[in-house]
């Protein structure tokens, strides 16, 4: 019996017979039992074709012609051969000419630990980096009726050494008729997509989105929600969605907002960087307008009239009580204070009423903390008289630290307090850089 696989078949160990007498008519015989298709059927001792008698359900044989009394109709049954805790040596092969699964792995075992198990052991008495542990190749063939490999899942060592192994993993395919391409590789320090360089796209599919994540094989571009990405990054959305948005714990978020600009139709494409939830901080519209509704910015007038300021050569600060506006709320008690450091464009427009000819001149000054910025002054001394209004206007590019503050200043030499600031007066600034 060499070759066999199993117990060895002795008639006790691998079938089973029974012997009925028949009655007059009789089709049906009741059997202790059988596996379907392991069963031998002999009538007076002539064996049976299985087109001549049924045997489905696991223990009822019927003929398909009725016995006479007394024909002896004799059952065999076969165990079906079970290997158990077998080791093979060499080559198996196992072939079938269906579709039917050719191995099973099946474990019965009830508890939570892991089965069934397939262990490919690369058992080597001298074990090396780069040792190829095992490959599952996948074969089919071409239209050429050759024998092709499709599919290949490999494993190797990296790192042989105790302690700190490392492993190679990687799943080919074949690429353009080129076998073994690199799809996905594993090692040690790095997950690999496309090892080998071909023109592949890579693409992650969400619930909504064909393309949430790709990856333009050609050039490497990569589009977020885009399947033909134009750009070393292109993010595409629904109009008035944020593209980007940016989150520092426990503080406010930022977010890049946008549709396309290039439809200036519409009226309603901007790009905008913006306090989600809040003001938008910057924003192009469709026509390349862009806005920065919190920059730092103010104008301010006079309340009213600043009656016959002091003409004792002392600096007065120049009051102005009304805010035409003030952009992030930077001014107050006459002062501009700087939010962040920078240079800030300032301008001051003084209208005088009554100027004494007397004095000897009127000094108009913006003065900021880290330093006098601008100066600007008239000489009465040239009047012929007393002249019934003048204005005093100053501007200047002042550099100033966050927190550094700027107030107009007015001064008159000499002569009689009689001089007003009139309500036409102004003073602005904005943060320009």
């Excluded at 007498?21 to 002999?42: H, L």
């Excluded at 290039?262 to 924003?283: C, E, H, L, R, Y």
């Excluded at 004494?356 to 108009?364: K, R």
Aim: glycine residues 10%; negative net charge; contains cysteine.
């Amino acid at each position: 019996m060499s070759g066999y696989i199993g117990s060895t078949p002795v008639p006790q160990a691998t079938q089973h017979r029974e012997s009925f007498t028949a009655t007059e008519g009789q089709t049906s015989f009741a059997t202790a039992g059988y596996t379907p298709q392991f069963v031998d059927v002999y009538l007076n001792g002539s064996h049976l074709s299985p087109a001549d008698f049924t045997a489905s359900n696991g223990s009822d044989v019927v003929l398909g012609v009725a016995a006479s009394a007394d024909d002896i109709c004799d059952i065999i049954s076969y165990t079906p051969f079970e290997i158990a805790d077998q080791t093979f040596t060499g080559s198996t092969i196992m072939t079938n000419g269906d579709n039917t699964t050719q191995l099973t792995l099946i474990s019965t075992d009830a508890d939570a630990n892991v089965g069934p198990t397939l262990d490919l052991y690369r058992n080597s008495a001298s074990p090396a980096d780069d040792d190829d542990l095992g490959f599952i190749n996948f074969y089919g063939e071409n239209d050429a009726n050759e024998k092709t490999l499709y599919g290949q899942i490999r494993a190797s060592i990296n790192d042989a050494s105790n302690g700190t192994e490392d492993t190679r993993f990687i799943i080919q395919t074949a690429v353009g008729g080129t076998q073994e391409t690199s799809r996905v590789e594993l090692t040690g320090t790095e997950t690999i997509i496309n090892q080998d360089s071909k023109d592949l796209d890579f693409r992650v599919e969400s619930d909504n989105q064909t393309h949430a994540l790709f990856v333009q094989g050609s050039d490497g571009f990569v589009g977020i929600g885009v399947n033909t990405p134009g750009a070393p990054l292109h993010i595409e959305a629904a109009d008035n969605a944020n593209l980007l948005r940016f989150t520092v714990t426990g503080q406010e978020d930022w977010a890049f907002k946008g549709a396309s600009v290039s439809k200036p139709t519409t009226g309603n494409d901007t790009i905008s960087f913006g306090i989600v939830g809040g003001n938008q901080a910057m924003t192009w519209d469709e026509l390349g307008i862009c806005t920065k509704p919190l920059q730092p910015a103010f104008l301010v007038r006079p309340a009213s009239a600043q009656n016959n300021i002091a003409a004792d050569n002392s600096a007065v600060t120049v009051v102005f009580g009304t805010e035409t506006f003030d952009q992030n709320g930077n001014f107050a008690s006459n002062t501009f204070t700087a939010p962040v450091t920078g240079k800030y464009q300032l301008d001051a427009n003084v209208y005088l009423i009554n100027l004494d000819s007397a004095s000897g001149y009127y000094d108009l000054k913006l003065i900021t903390s880290n330093g006098n910025r601008g100066e600007c002054i008239i000489s009465t001394n040239r009047f012929s008289g007393d002249l019934s209004y003048h204005t005093l206007q100053l501007s200047v590019l002042a550099d100033m630290d966050a927190d550094d503050t700027v107030i107009a200043s007015l001064r008159q030499n000499s002569g009689t307090a009689q001089t007003d600031v009139g309500g036409a007066s102004y003073f602005s600034g904005y943060l320009v850089a």
